[in-house]
Each structure stands twice: as C-alpha cells, then as structure tokens.
Antibody
Framework: QVQLQESGPGLVKPSETLSLTCDVS?????????WGWIRQSPGKGLQWIGS???????YYNPSLQSRVSISIDTSKNQFSLKLTSLTAADTAIYYC????????????WGQGTLVTVSS | DIVMTQSPESLTVSLGERATINCKSS????????????LAWYQQKPGQPPKLLIY???TRVSGVPDRFSGGGSGTNFTLTISSLQAEDVALYHC?????????FGQGTNLEI
C-alpha cells in the first residue's frame, strides 16, 4: 500500500521560497502514475498546484505557474515542491498525492503539512 | 477554469436519515468519447487528508460502504448517503478532472 509523507518548514517569511518534499513508500515512483501537490487554505477549498510524471514531465495550475516548480528524484523515491515569492495568501496545509494513472482523480494522499507565511 | 460550486455549504442530518450534497460545474464534464463524467468525490474527516470515495461520478472506490452513491451527469451531480452513520461526519469535496487545472468545490460540511 502506497504511503506519502510531506516534510519541510512550518514557518516561512514573506517573499521567501517554500521547499517541501514528499517521500513515497510502498510503491516505486518510477512505476507510473502522476504525483502532485494540492493545498488547502484555512476555511477554503482545495487547490491543485501541479503534477509531475516519473519522466519529469510537469504541468501546473496557471494561477501559480510563474512561482511554482515540481521536481522528482526517482533514486530517493521522492518528489518536491518549490513555491517562490511567498505571501500570507500562501498559508495553507500542503498535501502531496498520487494521481490516477490515466485520469485526474487523487487516490492516495499524505497527511499534509501546515505552512504559515509570516514574518 | 471550470468552477465547481457545492451546495449547501453546511448540512445537518439525523442519524439514519438521507443526506444529499450537490455539486455543479460551470461547464459540462461529460466526455463524449467514452460517455463518462470526469467527476470525483472525497471525504475529509477533521485532521485528516481527503479520501477518495467516488470517481467517474458514480463508481465507488473499493471498500467504500454502499450507502454512499454518486449521481448526475453533465454539469449537475449529487453525493447521497442513504442512511447517515456517526462516522460519516466530515467535509465532502467534489473535483473535476475533465480539464486542467483540476478544480474542487468549496466543500460541504456534514454534521449530525
């Protein structure tokens, strides 16, 4: 059974860059599927940030595209998120998740990590 | 972007009663080539990540109780819990995967 676990700082200053990593266990990240990041702001709905395939192919939410980068390290069985120029609006719980192989539902999720943007 | 709108925002239902959550998309998510609706439902309990319940608008994930059912087509969808149990208290989300960017509804808070 696949398991995902996010890691990274819980507090980041405005204008800085957020870096998060998702460790995947129970499944080889090279075995297929897309992998993605989704966030949930306090009191708001879920927002898809972007996804990556094991080949390194990425696609992002256009609303964040200028600030986001997702990368993958198959040797470590993990993928990562970078989000630049942070503001308070980026405060959220960040989830990593596995996307269905062919279609866009998310069938496995990490527990999530709360990121607060504040000076 | 396809905007997903859920109603109601909050719903209180008695144990054993039926609960119905609505989800409306700003454009059709029905793909003509395979006649499938690109719509999923998730359940999120407090302090937990979302859990996939239903995809293709009406296909239950293995292990999900059959009191959960999804219906609708095109732009209007429903999630129905036929007989509410205490463990069903949660936040429910719909999501379209017809077109990127994938988008979610704002969530419906289901209480007893």
């Amino acid at each position: 059974q696949v398991q995902l676990q996010e890691s990274g700082p819980g507090l980041v200053k405005p204008s800085e860059t957020l870096s998060l990593t998702c460790d995947v266990s129970g499944y080889s990240i090279s075995g297929g599927y897309y992998w993605g990041w989704i966030r949930q702001s306090p009191g708001k709905g879920l927002q898809w940030i972007g996804s990556i395939f094991h080949s390194g192919f990425t696609y992002y939410n256009p609303s964040l595209q200028s600030r986001v980068s997702i990368s993958i390290d198959t040797s470590k069985n993990q993928f990562s998120l970078k989000l630049t120029s942070l503001t308070a609006a980026d405060t959220a719980i960040y989830y990593c998740a596995r996307r269905s192989g062919t279609y866009g539902w998310f069938d496995s999720w990490g527990q999530g990590t709360l990121v607060t943007v504040s000076s | 972007d396809i905007v997903m709108t859920q109603s109601p925002e909050s719903l209180t239902v008695s144990l054993g009663e039926r609960a119905t959550i609505n989800c409306k998309s700003s454009q059709s998510v029905l793909f003509g080539a395979n006649n499938q609706n690109f719509l999923a439902w998730y359940q999120q309990k407090p302090g937990q990540p979302p859990k996939l319940l239903i995809y293709w608008a009406s296909t239950r994930v293995s292990g999900v109780p059959d009191r959960f059912s999804g219906g609708g087509s095109g732009t209007n969808f429903t999630l129905t819990i036929s007989s509410l149990q205490a463990e069903d208290v949660a936040l429910y989300h719909c999501q379209q995967y017809y077109r990127s960017p994938y988008t979610f509804g704002q969530g419906t808070n289901l209480e007893i």
